[in-house]
């Protein structure tokens, strides 16, 4: 059993900093990239940021210069920081973890998510 968990949202005021934990654990067979997706109400979800295990990272177009996604100390650990947020970055934030199977397979799995919200 894979357990992921994520935590740090909080509400925030416009050009403020937040920053975002992520810890995956459990029957992990090989974890080989970890990031974050993010959903507001009434949209599809987004992906934000990802990191592989040997440091390639990935952003989206809409956070590019203000989110920075880093590995943690611990193993199978990351963080998101957010800086310069906006209204629009208000959305419920959902860690994952990319584990690759015996066979080969990838399967994705999730946080329960964390509620961030931009708002003066």
């Known amino acids: 059993q894979v357990q992921v968990v994520e935590s740090g949202g909080d509400l925030v005021q416009p050009g403020g900093s937040l920053g975002l934990s992520c810890a995956a654990s459990g029957s992990i067979f090989s974890i080989y990239a970890m990031g974050w997706y993010r959903q507001a109400p009434g949209e599809q979800r987004e992906m934000v940021a990802q990191?592989?295990?040997?440091?390639?990272?990935n952003y989206a177009d809409s956070v590019k210069g203000r989110f920075t996604i880093s590995r943690g100390k611990a193993k199978n650990t990351v963080t998101l920081q957010m800086n310069s947020l906006k209204p629009e970055d208000t959305a419920v934030y959902y860690c994952?973890?990319?584990?690759?199977?015996?066979?080969?397979?990838?399967?994705?799995?999730w946080g329960q998510g964390t509620q961030v919200t931009v708002s003066s």
């Open positions: 990191i592989t295990m040997i440091g390639i990272t």
């Open positions: 994952y973890a990319l584990d690759s199977s015996a066979s080969g397979s990838t399967t994705y799995y």
